[in-house]
């Protein structure tokens, strides 16, 4: 069965530090990674793409990787700012899209 | 945990033709649906967004007559693709909001169509 996992599942951290999110994919057929952004009773944002070929994509205070060979993807967020509380799900795409459950992040002021 | 369902995962259509695509909540009521697009290397474009019982709202540049959508219950919204052309080939993803936490949305696994 194919997986996304996202961990952790929720993140609440000071105003100004860095930090990770991490998705793991149990299926190798994966051929790219989406990170997206989800905030409340509204669409998804779609923050980095990563093609199967590409190891990192950068966007602003954002840097996503792909390692496929692990099955992992990590989204580093610098500098973290309250604007960036959200839910942060990631999705790979494979025939479908497989979504991760998310992890929901809260920047304290 | 809620469940989003799309039928069907792939389909393949002479152009012309128009193709119905399936949304349900399996395990939640869903009050809201949303209706995505994504062409390949781009990102997740929202195209519309319904509410059960009432008419959906399109995003800016969506042609209400060209992808119909209808949400006539609260475990079941459609978008039907009319007239299919070859630049209609995407991936159509819907989300649903609903169930114990209102705010959320769930993620269908999308369905890839293909307009020849």
Redesign the interface.
């Known amino acids: 069965k194919q997986e996304v996992t996202q961990i952790p599942a929720a993140l609440s951290v000071p105003e100004g530090e860095n930090l990770v999110l991490n998705c793991s994919f149990t299926d190798s057929a994966i051929y790219n990674l989406?990170w997206?952004r989800?905030d409340?009773?509204k669409?998804?944002t779609?923050l980095l793409?990563i093609?199967s070929s590409q190891r990192e994509q950068t966007s602003g205070r954002l840097n996503a990787s792909l390692d496929k060979s692990s099955g992992r993807s990590t989204l580093y967020i610098a500098a973290s700012q309250p604007g960036d509380s959200a839910?942060y799900?990631c999705?790979g795409t494979g025939?479908?899209?497989?979504?991760g459950?998310g992890t929901k992040l809260i920047i304290k002021p | 945990g809620a469940v989003v369902s799309q039928h069907p995962s792939w389909v393949i259509c002479k152009s012309g033709t128009s193709v119905k695509i399936e949304c349900r909540s399996l395990d939640f009521q869903a009050t809201t649906m949303f209706w995505y697009r994504q062409f390949p290397k781009q990102s997740l474009m929202l195209m519309a967004t319904s509410n059960e019982g009432s008419k959906a709202t399109y995003e800016q540049g969506v042609e209400k007559d060209k992808f119909l959508i209808n949400h006539a219950s609260l475990t079941l919204s459609t978008l039907t693709v009319t007239s299919a052309h070859p630049e209609d080939s995407s991936f159509y993803i819907c989300s649903a909001r609903g169930g114990r936490e209102l705010e959320t949305q769930y993620f269908g696994p999308g369905t890839r169509l293909l307009v020849l």
């Open positions: 989406q997206f989800q409340p009773g669409g998804l779609s793409l093609q839910t799900l999705a025939n479908q899209l497989i979504w459950a």
